[in-house]
């Protein structure tokens, strides 16, 4: 995935502030930074769930939200978008699962519905994923009979049904009691092991060591330093790097 010179404003609040980024497939990158710095955004424009004013975003060389012809951007059409989806999940804070359906319905929805893919099948699926995280008892039961964090590892298992090529995880365990926090974590460390391209805003900085090969820090819609875990922990190139952890540490 490439991030090329992309900026957005809020009005006259610039939140991105021309942003370059490559992120190899199968590459594990975590985003650190203080509230309002742009996290949420960057990875919402990633997905296109902002529109960005500048640069482009392209994955496997498909520019997001846009088709190129000749050398003019044309901007995709809403079902395109949705399909362009399937490659990029996103998982949120607050889980934001469907409340009126079960587990098992959660999971097999997007599947069916945008990849076409046949009942049996998508339930099949479902359920090897429901396996993968912990939860093969909880297909029948309804989001709200399941605790914060197992919430949060069905939607998991749920952006995992579409088979996407990159998965962003935004402060994925920022909502869950501290004695759930664990068992999602844990989760993802087992994905970052798969391939699948790994982006995730977070507060874990143990959780970000173990896992990234690149730590992202960002402030004021600017990536002030990029590197290797060792390098951003251990060797901050920026003093406001060092601020941060500092307090967060
Ligand atoms: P972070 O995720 O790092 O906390 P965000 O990307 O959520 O930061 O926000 C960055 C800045 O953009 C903040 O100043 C925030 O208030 C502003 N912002 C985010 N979304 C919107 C929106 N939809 N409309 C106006 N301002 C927004
Ligand atoms: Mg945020």
Redesign the pocket.
């Known amino acids: 995935m490439k991030i090329d010179n992309v900026s957005k404003s809020?009005?006259n609040?610039k939140?991105?502030n021309n942003i370059n980024l490559y992120l190899p497939a199968g590459s594990v990158t975590a985003i650190i930074?203080?509230?309002?710095?742009?996290?949420?955004?960057?990875?919402?424009s990633i997905n296109h769930l902002?529109r960005i004013d500048e640069g482009f975003i392209t994955v496997n060389n498909d520019f997001i939200g846009y088709r190129k012809q000749g050398d003019t951007l044309f901007e995709l059409k809403e079902k395109e978008i949705l399909k362009q989806r399937i490659d990029i999940a996103m998982v949120f804070q607050n889980f934001n699962l469907f409340p009126h359906m079960t587990v098992l319905e959660n999971i097999i929805e997007a599947p069916i519905q945008t990849k076409n893919m046949k009942y049996e099948d998508a339930v099949a699926s479902a359920f090897n994923l429901l396996s993968r995280v912990g939860l093969l008892d909880k297909a029948y039961s309804y989001p709200r009979q399941l605790s914060g964090g197992q919430q949060q590892r069905v939607a998991i298992a749920r952006a995992l049904a579409l088979q996407p090529k990159v998965i962003l995880f935004?402060?994925p365990t920022s909502a869950l009691d501290p004695e759930l926090v664990g068992e999602v974590l844990e989760i993802i460390k087992e994905l970052a092991l798969t391939g699948t391209t790994l982006v995730v805003?977070t507060h874990e900085i143990n959780f970000a060591y173990e896992i990234a090969d690149t730590i992202i820090f960002?402030e004021s819609?600017n990536i002030i330093e990029k590197g290797s875990p060792e390098a951003v922990f251990h060797n901050p190139q920026h003093q406001r790097t060092q601020d941060f952890l500092n307090k967060v540490l």
């Open positions: 809020f009005g609040n939140v991105l930074g203080p509230s309002g710095s742009g996290k949420s955004t960057l990875l919402r902002e935004d402060e805003v960002m819609g």
